[in-house]
T-cell receptor, first 114, second 115 residues
């Protein structure tokens, strides 16, 4: 059974650009969550999608957005990149979004903004 | 406002001994707690979890204890093995619609198990 797949693994962007990250959840999982990990703030929740609808959102500016497709694959987009957006972006999937069923994480996309 | 805290940034243990990792939380709405293990350049891997209706859960070498009155949980690893060396994250969630998909993580504890 394939795990959660995130692409690309590494990305270098210039300040002011935008970036799109992709996440393919485990087959059959309909909920996808995104997290940002930085040395200073740790792991922080960005948003959660279920059946193409955003059900929950963390405290991030509107430059951070996402979407989910009918096959449950998800993308997140960051516009007008800032140096502080450099982080490891993690995607996690679960069958329903109920955290008691556990979330399986991907290996992440390391974004560096220069 | 850090709702989940792991006050020990690092812990060093001898192989075969017990490792105890601690976690405190402040949000009374949290009713489910999880421990994840993370190696560099990989995503967190689920280890063990506990519901607020229990005070202990075991899975092999891993046991999680929950003290609701103290808002404290701990992860015990017995016996510790060098392969357990990793960053351990405590996470919490609250039931209800506003909590879909949201885990609140602690800052992590780096565990090093020496042979």
């Amino acid at each position: 059974k394939a795990g959660v797949t995130q692409t690309p693994r590494y990305l270098i962007k210039t300040r002011g650009q935008q970036v799109t990250l992709s996440c393919s959840p485990i087959s059959g999982h309909r909920s996808v969550s995104w997290y940002q990990q930085t040395p200073g703030q740790g792991l922080q929740f960005l948003f959660e999608y279920f059946s193409e609808t955003q059900r929950n959102k963390g405290n991030f500016p509107g430059r951070f957005s996402g979407r989910q497709f009918s096959n449950s694959r998800s993308e997140m987009n960051v516009s007008t990149l800032e140096l502080g957006d450099s982080a490891l972006y993690l995607c996690a999937s679960s069958p329903s979004g109920d955290t008691t069923y556990g979330y399986t994480f991907g290996s992440g996309t390391r974004l560096t903004v220069v | 406002d850090q709702q989940v805290k792991q006050n020990s940034p690092s812990l060093s243990v001898q192989e075969g001994r017990i490792s105890i990792l601690n976690c405190d939380y402040t949000n009374s709405m949290f009713d489910y707690f999880l421990w994840y293990k993370k190696y560099p350049a990989e995503g967190p891997t689920f280890l063990i979890s506990i519901s607020s209706i229990k005070d202990k859960n075991e899975d092999g070498r891993f046991t999680v204890f929950l003290n609701k009155s103290a808002k404290h949980l701990s992860l015990h690893i017995v016996p510790s093995q060098p392969g357990d060396s990793a960053v351990y994250f405590c996470a919490a969630s609250a039931s209800g619609g506003t909590s879909y998909g949201k885990l609140t993580f602690g800052q992590g504890t780096i565990l090093t198990v020496h042979p």
